[in-house]
Nanobody, 116 residues
Framework: QVQVVESGGGLVQAGGSLRLSCAASGSIFSINTMAWYRQAPGNQRELVARITRAGGTNYADSVKGRFTISRDNAKNTVYLQMNSLKPEDTAVYYC??????????WGQGTQVTVSS
């Protein structure tokens, strides 16, 4: 059994910052890639940022220079620091964990709302 739990969402004014956290626990031996996705109403889920076990990262063009993804392998935790937030960043943010042959797991999502 694997649990993936996100936290840190909320309501913030445009230009503000939020930090999301996602912790994986349970029957996980090792985690490969960890990623954040988001889904706004009426839109498809899209990749926001991804980080490999070695620390390599990639970002959606829309968040480059504003968001930073990081991870703590000892804690099986991934973070997303979001700065200079815009109303168009409003969405439900989901964490995804790739645990190699153990499978891929999603969190329940955390709402981020940016007011103008």
């Amino acid at each position: 059994q694997v649990q993936v739990v996100e936290s840190g969402g909320g309501l913030v004014q445009a230009g503000g910052s939020l930090r999301l956290s996602c912790a994986a626990s349970g029957s996980i031996f090792s985690i490969n890639t960890m990623a954040w996705y988001r889904q706004a109403p009426g839109n498809q889920r899209e990749l926001v940022a991804r980080i490999t076990r070695a620390g390599g990262t990639n970002y959606a063009d829309s968040v480059k220079g504003r968001f930073t993804i990081s991870r703590d392998n000892a804690k099986n935790t991934v973070y997303l620091q979001m700065n200079s937030l815009k109303p168009e960043d409003t969405a439900v943010y989901y964490c995804n964990i790739d645990a190699y042959t153990a499978g891929s797991y999603w969190g329940q999502g955390t709402q981020v709302t940016v007011s103008s």
